[in-house]
């Protein structure tokens, strides 16, 4: 299959994609959260449902998706959590080796998620931009975990502080993902986006535009704000 932009048409994608959508706070992981695990135990479960339902569909490699990355992530490569208080180390796919790139956080947590979900198979962890041309080069089923947060600015002890158009924004995009809306993900304002912390926005607007098109069968499963900042859980099968 020739290599496609992202959002080239639906011929751009495999036959099936499965999408799980979820933060990447660290705190989702109970050993930096320590005693306040608890409060991320639902948002926790969540990510593990829809993690669960893209690995139902039987992907033949799953593509995790990450604002922060640059070129792609595999075998050897790892990351770690020591700039939040803990000395772990997360393998991005099998035993580390040296010289391996880090991996930035989304793709940390969304190798823990696949670790913890006991998914052995095949990933790849790659940049929004490309996405597109990646799924182009794929055939057969493949899953997406599409790691992002939404803005940081929701209350007024949020890391950036409120900003009343925090709220809405984050609304839009969960409804989006509540109707499997891809075109509507494709669309979110960049601008705003980065004005508003909302890490996932690159994204979402990947996984949008090599979507769009597509029929979509979605479940939002979380949406919520904990800490001032949005937190969005969903998974999607597109055909």
Known sequence: MSSLPAGSGVAAVPATVSVAFCPSPPLLLPAVAGRAAADTAALRAACADAVDAVLASGPEVVLVVGAGASGRFGPGDA?????FGVDLEVPFAGPVRPGGRRTPLPLTVGAWLLDEAGHAGARLGV???????????????????AMGDGS???TVKAPGYLDEAAGPFDAAVAAALAAGDAAALAALDPVEGER???????????????????EI???????????????????????
């Open 127 to 145: 940049a929004p931009d490309e996405l597109g041309a990646v799924l182009a080069g794929l055939s057969g089923a493949v899953g997406v975990l």
């Open 196 to 214: 508003l912390l909302a890490a996932g926005v690159p994204t979402w607007r990947a996984v949008g535009a090599a979507l769009d098109g597509r």
């Open 79 to 83: 990351g770690d959590l020591r700039g």
């Open 152 to 154: 940081a600015r929701r």
């Open 217 to 239: 069968t979605a479940r939002l499963r979380a949406d919520e704000a904990p800490f001032g900042v949005g937190y969005l859980v969903a998974d999607w099968l597109a055909r």
